[in-house]
């Protein structure tokens, strides 16, 4: 508990959260502006550490860390703080495994993925169904609006993949890309909010791709924890109370006080309660169950023996993985990066089945790692799973009007909440910068532009959503790329609270746990 | 913050709880046993308090208040306290809406439902479909062993209905049935979960109907907060703490401590870590949002026009509740009783609306009530909603085996984890005693009988399900009751821990909040 006064409490100092009090502080540098943070970093869902190395050490990503050319937000944010990025290497031999431990393990060096004519041809209806009749007529600021939005919301992707592929091998590999992309299975989410969340990238392809304008484009040098840290130095860390965990929040009548608020928000108690309808949104969105890791190697020779380190495999496959893909960084120091799933996470004496999976698919020498790294960020407090929150079925028709309204002074951020790249970092940035400016329209309206008044009363974002790829683009891309990458992705999230008098008792441990 | 030592403390003084600590106490009167509740009283999900009536004031159930003869834990459990059951009213005119705000309204003197020949076809076929194909094929103790048990999974039950029921006002009933037995829409629900919860049940039929064996038969006289106050009373009210909410457990290795734990534990945090599959479970446990409310009339003027009270409307019918029912007192004091489902909880000036209806329905008398009390278990904390967490759709078969495992020293209670009517005030009182004889099994195993020890083993229930109905009684049952009786359902819980020394933390507001 404290005696001071803050005009604005963010609670999250994730990537969401200190994109709100940048902005806020870049607009009105008289706020008086706390960020309250339960761990103890900044960062949220990106964390950046040193592992063992060949040259002796280097740093990787083990929360989010791709980004792409239309993440306007997070590219724009990268610019200013003067951060480099590189693209994802992925040239080379692909390996694909689906179908049974004992079916054949595939490799392509083309890269058309190695699929059977058939298959191929299913894969490109399911897309077409999904990307132009079903993504280009949802509407993500307000999904209610999108045609037959109950039917959607009311099924699981797991259902309208059963009735619309056609061959198992396609169903087996949808399944990877929902592992991969949200960490969850098919039959967890809604198939309005799937759309919806493609939608938010500019259609399906984007979030599976690695080519320019989709979701694994690039990496940031140095990592992306570094966003959060250049950003808390230009807020300023003493600003910045590591270790503190809001546990209750109490919103007083008749008092200035102006909120913005972390997503998902789960141990917080409210007084008043929060309406039930946003109750009950919060308790509806699962975050997804994926494990990261990180091996890294004296040589890189998958790439020495033509592979690029792309490795998709299915859940029939005895696999503890379902993505693989170089991780090799900037310094040239050798690494792969995997992702393990949500129930393969607790099946697995996980390091062992991993190197052998890897012998399988890239010969012999991936036994002999230097260093196996890996994340459970279901066991991360205050996180509690990554890379997403998503909806299950019958959710978004219910209660998607709660999500971004303010509840009394608590305004809401977290990427969760956006509706350009819903789901990644850009989005994080996207959602805090909208959480300030509702904050700001409150507290220092007269610094906002004519047009983001406009955009606050419309409830629109500033900038358009990326261009979706047209039809006939189609198949061109599906001939270049495998379009089984995932993405791990990022949400921050936050709270700011104006406070003129103390009135409002924000109790914190800090550091008590 | 306590200094004292206890061996077993219950997490909530809800039937589940109680009828943990009323168990343990019988067992083993030594054992020191600790109830911490959050809230101001017993009873969690079952509450009764006094209204203004004709006769002054009258008390009425405003949480759970059906019980019926198959549900053996929570009728010994009646008998055993002294208490005294009574017939739920439902003789005369059924009133049906469905169709549309200007379909026809259809009232029934006899008791087949006003469904037209081909509506009645549609529904048995569809019942017979659930109950003989799916329901006697699910296993409630390990559903993963269902036949098909992930396929079903994936299916929210409005799925499963779109592509089995034939005619839209069958459709629009199973909504009703969704939203008054559990308090979301049929899109919101695993349908495996559905099945389960039904087999539990003993059947589809007996979660719908009134007569006898089924789970709206009987109610209390006096309430059913009586059932935890009178436990409260055997267990000692000196070993119960209201106003007490748990925010942290502590558990220390190589201390023997022995807990059992409330379901659903939202806001508690753990150290260490819960398991990445249970934290998930409850993370993916949405609570249902279903409002009742009581209204006090002078005269019972519904009986007096042959009306039985009760009604069943549709979502397309501009009434803002699903279903009422005669709840008039044993006292004899007039009263309905009706239910309002989530989205309409929200959107109504609910009061006057209901008011309207039931003026439509029932005649113009409807509109001079007494009194008009609601309960909006949303708001209530510590509970969050009613009657009964669900499962989303790709839950039980990921992380069912976490439901009643264990936890180190915590064990789990709560209706949510019974396996004979899970959901309800019997499944509560089943699941509280059986987390307390695992309890005893750690702390105190002689007082076990063999048959007992047996069935921890086993992790099976002493007691055997409800003998389903046979086919043959179906259409018997159809043309005897209306299928629509919802039910206000029931569920509490507990944790308890073994402290036998000082290292386990257990944190507690009291009054704080």
Known sequence: MTADIWDVVIVGAGLSGLSAAHLLTKRDAKLRILILEGKDRVGGRTVSFEIPAADGADRWDFGGQWVGSTQTHIMELIKELGLEVYPQFNVGKKVLHVGGPTSKVRSYRTSIPALSPLVLLDFTQMLWKVRVKLCRTVSVQDPLRTPNAAELDSMTVHSYIEQHAWTEELKEQLGVCSRSVFGVEPSQMSFLFFLMYAAAAGGLLALLESSPGC???????????????????????????????????????????????????????????????????????????????????????????????????????????????????????????????????????????????????????????????????????????????????????????????????????????????????????????????????????????????????????????????????????????????????????????????????????????
């Open 215 to 513: 979701a694994q484009e690039f990496k940031i040098k140095g990592g992306t924890q570094q966003l959060s840290e250049c950003l808390a130095q230009r807020v300023g860390w003493k600003n910045v109370r590591l270790g503190s965990a809001v546990t209750a929040i109490w919103q007083v009548e008749y008092s200035n006080l102006y909120p913005v608020f972390v997503h998902p928000p789960a141990k917080i108690q409210y007084q008043p309660a929060l309406p039930s309808m946003r109750e009950f949104l919060t308790q509806n969105m699962p975050v997804g169950h994926i494990m990261k890791f990180i091996l890294t190697y004296q040589t890189a020779f998958w790439k020495e023996k033509g592979f690029s380190g792309e490795i998709v495999a299915g859940s029939s496959t005895d696999c503890p993985f379902c993505v693989t893909f170089d991780a090799t960084s900037p310094r040239g120091n050798p690494a792969l990066v995997g992702f393990i799933s949500g129930q393969q996470a607790t099946l697995w004496k996980r390091r062992a089945a991993v190197l052998s999976s890897l012998v399988k698919y890239l010969g012999p020498e991936a036994a002999s790692c230097i260093h196996y790294e890996e994340k459970d960020w279901a066991k991360e407090e205050f996180s509690g799973g990554c890379p997403v929150s998503v909806m299950a079925p019958g959710l978004l028709t219910f209660y998607h009007p709660s999500l971004r309204k303010p509840c009394g002074r608590i305004h809401w951020a977290g990427t969760e909440t956006a509706t350009l790249w819903c789901g990644y970092m850009s989005g994080a940035v996207q959602a805090g910068q909208r959480a300030a400016l509702e904050v700001l329209a409150e507290v220092s309206h007269v610094v906002l532009t004519p047009e983001e008044q406009e955009s606050l009363i419309q409830g629109q974002t500033l900038h358009r959503p990326p261009k979706p790829t047209a039809l006939s683009a189609l198949l061109k891309r599906l001939s270049r790329k495998s379009v089984l990458i995932p993405a791990l992705t990022i949400g921050a999230a936050l709270l700011l609270v104006r406070k003129r008098d103390v009135l409002v008792k924000i109790q914190t441990y800090v550091g008590a746990f």
